[in-house]
């Protein structure tokens, strides 16, 4: 798996903000289980998210389809 720090950190800050108490080890452990079980080998994504991961978005910035 790729750096995911940025990502965990945010997890646990948003369960801390709804109550949820976990711990960035335990979403990593969670995450490594999902991933050793392929359970992200179907995610679809639509237009735009292919467009963010891909770099083709700036933050704030609305989807433009360019042909």
């Known amino acids: 798996m790729k750096d995911l ?14 109550n949820v108490s976990f711990t960035a080890e335990e979403v ?3 995450l490594r289980e999902l ?11 639509n237009e735009a998210a292919l467009a963010a991961v891909a770099g083709g978005l700036s933050s704030g910035e609305p989807a433009t389809r360019q042909c």
């Open 35 to 45: 991933d050793d079980q392929d359970q992200f080998d179907h995610v679809a994504l």
């Open 5 to 18: 720090d940025p990502a965990v950190q945010k997890m646990v800050a948003i369960g801390a903000e709804n």
């Open 28 to 30: 990593k452990s969670y």
